[in-house]
Nanobody, 127 residues
């Protein structure tokens, strides 16, 4: 089992920035990819981005087109934490953001490929 706890959500004005954190605990040795997803009210949970997790691999990351160039994922294996830096936020970025852990490697972008999920943190972009 892997436990994930997100933090850092809140209310921000359009054009602003937020950094979300996801602290992992438990059997993280079986985790190879950490992802971020988001879900707006009445909509499906959508992929935001992901990063390879293993400390012996490069921290390559990839993103959904809707956030590419604005969002950045990073990791700190010593702290068992992954981050989502969100810049130039737009009202359409408003959603509950979830981090997730997967035992898969490569490009991991569907919810079915992730085994463990955090409880989510609300991000609201509004003036």
């Amino acid at each position: 089992q892997v436990q994930l706890v997100e933090s850092g959500g809140g209310l921000v004005q359009p054009g602003g920035s937020l950094r979300l954190s996801c602290a992992a605990s438990g059997r993280t040795s079986s985790t190879f990819t950490m992802g971020w997803f988001r879900q707006a009210p009445g909509k499906e949970r959508n992929f935001v981005g992901a990063i390879s997790w293993s400390s012996w691999t490069s921290d390559s990351s990839y993103y959904a087109d809707s956030v590419k160039g604005r969002f950045t994922i990073s990791r700190d294996n010593a702290k068992n934490t992954v981050y989502l830096q969100m810049n130039s936020l737009k009202p359409e970025d408003t959603a509950v953001y979830y981090c997730a852990a997967s035992g898969s490697i490569g490009v991991v972008i569907t919810t079915d490929e992730y085994d463990f999920w955090g409880q989510g943190t609300q991000v609201t972009v509004s003036s």
